[in-house]
Structures are given as structure tokens and as C-alpha cells.
């Protein structure tokens, strides 16, 4: 009979908590969630002349509770950069991107708008990322050599702050704004008549971010 009357109790007290949370509005904080971002990133350093990039980016995480999420993220980057190869030439790239990378995620407080902070550490990898750069006349060698360039993936890391709009539906919104790192391995490559010589370079680029989305 005791042992049937904890029972009891304990139902009555799950079926409490669960009718305050959703009373509360916070019952949608709970379970998984696919989170669908757009963003745009640009920046210059001293590897790139000018650095623009739209994204889009998907991922599905689980919600601990109210506060933590984690999960797992694929995204598609479209980035529009200036380079400047053996010193001499400029050229404007348009490289695929494909990151992957972890999702985590706290947020920072409860309510219709809530501020949260964002870190997705993983990997990219290009997928367009040889380039000829056409004929170059080199003083050194007396004479036009072609000049190729080889573009290869690196680590990924992209981490902000952001608000989180709750609505009355099942879909929520975001806004976020963040800082980007991403490296790239760059193969130049120098064809002569007889020779190729190769130089191998890692770059580390950098971009600010701004990402609007929406989750279900």
C-alpha cells in the first residue's frame, strides 16, 4: 500500500511539473530541434584582398532544457575573395565551400526573446579549388610560364552571440552576429617549359559574421 502511494505521488508530481512548463510556454524547450540559418561574412587580411561570403547552414540538435543544446551541423558557403598570387597577381575567386561542424549552444536567459551564445567548432572543405591563372610573363626566367593555384580545406571554427524570438507557433527566429576562422591550404604551382616548381602555403582567414534563421 506505502509502496503504491509513492507511486502515486510521483505521477501527480510529474504530471505538476509538466502542466507548469507548459503553462510556462517552455514546453517546445525540450527534445530536438533543426535549426536553418542564412548568413553573409566578410573581412580583410593579409591573405585575401577583400573576403565576401553568403552561407546557408542546417542543423539538428537536442535540447537539453531551457538553457543547453547540442547537435550537428552541414553548411554550403559561396565565398567571392580577391587574392594576390607570387606577389604580383590579383585575381577574384569564387570558391564552394562545405563545412561541417558541432552545434552548441546556451542560452542566457527565459522568455518571448532570448539572448543566447553560439560556438560550432568542425572542418570545410572546398570543392572548386583549382584555378589557372593564365600566362604570366616572369623576368627571372625570360620568358611567359602559367601559373596555376590549388585550393584544399582546413578547420572550421565560427562562434557569436544572438537573439531568439519565441513565437506562438512551433517556429522560432534568430539573429546573430559572430566572428569566423577558417583555414586553407593553397598549392601554387609555377609550369615552365621543362620544370614545374610547387609552393605550399596555409592560410588562416578571418570573417565577421551575420546570420538570420528560423527552427522547428
Known amino acids: 500500500m506505502l509502496k503504491l502511494l ?28 533543426n535549426i536553418t540559418e542564412f548568413g553573409y561574412a566578410s573581412w580583410t587580411n593579409s591573405d585575401a584582398l577583400l573576403q565576401n561570403m553568403v552561407t546557408v547552414s542546417h542543423v539538428s540538435c537536442y535540447r537539453f532544457n531551457s538553457l543547453f543544446s547540442f547537435g550537428a551541423g552541414i553548411g554550403y558557403e559561396n565565398n567571392f575573395s580577391a587574392y594576390r598570387y607570387f606577389n604580383q597577381t590579383e585575381k577574384v575567386l569564387n570558391l564552394m ?7 552548441l549552444r546556451i542560452s542566457l536567459d527565459r522568455g518571448p526573446v532570448i ?3 553560439f560556438i560550432n567548432p568542425g572542418y570545410h572543405l572546398v570543392l572548386n579549388g583549382e584555378e589557372d591563372l593564365g600566362e ?22 565560427n562562434a557569436g552571440m544572438g537573439l531568439e524570438l519565441r513565437s ?16 586553407q591550404n593553397r598549392t601554387e604551382r609555377t609550369v615552365y617549359d621543362n620544370s614545374i616548381e610547387s609552393a605550399k602555403r596555409k592560410l588562416d582567414l578571418s570573417f565577421y559574421t551575420l546570420k538570420l534563421g528560423f527552427s522547428l
Open 97 to 103: 565551400q562545405l563545412p561541417f561542424f558541432a552545434d
Open 168 to 183: 506562438d507557433s512551433t517556429r522560432d527566429y534568430s539573429i546573430s552576429l559572430g566572428y569566423k576562422f577558417e583555414q
Open 6 to 33: 509513492k507511486i502515486t505521488m510521483a505521477l501527480a508530481t510529474a504530471f505538476m511539473l509538466t502542466e507548469s512548463l507548459q503553462a510556462s510556454g517552455y514546453e517546445s524547450a525540450f527534445g530536438f530541434k
Open 115 to 117: 539572448p543566447f551564445i
Open 136 to 157: 604570366i610573363y616572369e623576368l627571372k626566367a625570360a620568358e611567359s610560364v602559367r601559373k596555376y593555384v590549388e585550393y584544399q580545406g582546413g578547420l572550421y571554427f
